[in-house]
């Protein structure tokens, strides 16, 4: 078995749950591209936790979510607003921009979140045609430094957004944890909060394969199923991505896995703390845990447990836990990292 490190929640494997729901959907025939009862369910589900006036439409990828949910509120001639760490604008090679046709403006941020006070400088130029005209905020939940948006800090987003005929966007590919560490149910801080579109992730979190697109506005997904089939994220098989979704949100996997990796990433945290030459450089609200180490250490420790550079110029590195990162995986690492700094 290849040892668990800590570059990614993507590195997992799936949820036995999960995987037990996937082969009980592949039995027989059944209906395709999503007009099966597991897919029905699963968006019952979605309805339970959000209510009846949403729209959800199933994707493979979190890029395709993303894509997918912006494309669906939004013109060629708008620009999207976005923290300069947002997966959109650094993690998806340009997919948003080349499927929707609109400019990302990134905004410099220090923890990943995005204020009000920092969009309204880019908000000017209505209705001039030389100027791409705003019209959507994209935020990340939890955020790709591992900060949590407050449902305060959310809603004072989408009272701006909406204040300028925009849309507000959630990338929730790491939703789950953020629910967790706000002790909220996924409402209270998306469609109650102003939120009009959710990217909702699964598959870093115990999930193989699919993401769910939800629009809190129904009117803006007048035109998502072909949008979708354009994108290739309409699946054929769609009732395997419905499948897993069933167990994640009916038994509370989502909910199970989330506090685990969450509790391992403060674990982590009181663990690193303990060691001199260490700084941790960002509030540990999720699943991931940023310092910065010595340079020469770094190698050596991707060399036993794998993990990613963050910033180059800073020496800091980025260590996300998992639904199955284990006390044992963390003191194991820690001791290694406690053993080359006494070096």
């Not at 007009?35 to 699963?42: H, L, R, V």
């Not at 979190?62 to 708008?78: D, E």
């Not at 993401?211 to 007048?222: D, K, R, S, Y």
């Amino acid at each position: 078995m290849q040892q668990r490190g800590f570059a990614s929640d993507n590195n997992s494997g799936i949820h036995p749950e999960v995987l037990r729901a996937i082969e009980s959907a592949s039995v027989g025939h059944s209906i395709g591209y999503g007009d099966d009862k597991w897919t029905n369910e699963a968006v019952g589900l979605f309805k339970k936790e959000f209510g009846d006036d949403i729209e959800v439409y199933f994707v493979l990828t979190g890029t395709g979510a993303n894509i997918l949910g912006i494309k669906s509120a939004i013109h060629s001639y708008h620009a999207v607003i976005c923290a300069e760490t947002a997966h959109i604008y650094m993690d998806e090679c340009g997919a948003p921009e080349k499927f929707t046709g609109s400019k990302l403006i990134p905004i410099a941020t220090q923890n990943g979140k995005i204020t009000p006070d920092e969009i309204k400088k880019h908000l000017h130029g209505f209705g001039f045609e030389h100027h791409s005209q705003p019209g959507l905020i994209s935020i990340t939940q939890a955020t790709e430094l591992g900060t949590v948006y407050s449902v305060n800090e959310i809603r004072a987003l989408s009272d701006l957004a909406h204040s300028f005929g925009m849309f507000l966007h959630v990338d929730g590919a790491r939703i789950s944890n953020a629910a967790v560490s706000l002790g909220l149910p996924f409402r209270a801080f998306t469609k109650d909060a102003g939120v009009d579109i959710l990217s909702f992730g699964g598959t870093k979190n115990g999930m193989m394969i699919g993401e769910a697109v939800i629009f809190f506005n129904p009117v803006l997904a007048l035109h998502s199923k072909y949008y979708r089939k354009q994108a290739a994220q309409l699946y054929s098989k769609m009732r395997f991505v419905g499948a897993q979704f069933v167990p994640y949100l009916r038994d509370k996997i989502w909910e199970i896995n989330a506090t685990h990796s969450n509790r391992m990433a403060k674990i982590l945290e009181t663990e690193v703390l303990k060691l001199k030459g260490v700084k941790i450089t960002q509030p540990v609200e999720a699943n991931g845990v940023f310092a910065i180490i010595p340079k020469d250490l770094i190698s050596r420790l991707q060399n036993e447990y794998f993990f990613y550079i963050w910033n180059e110029n800073l020496n800091e590195v980025r260590w996300m836990t998992s639904f199955d990162t284990t006390e044992e995986d963390i003191q194991n690492f820690v001791q290694l990292l406690r053993y080359f700094l006494n070096e």
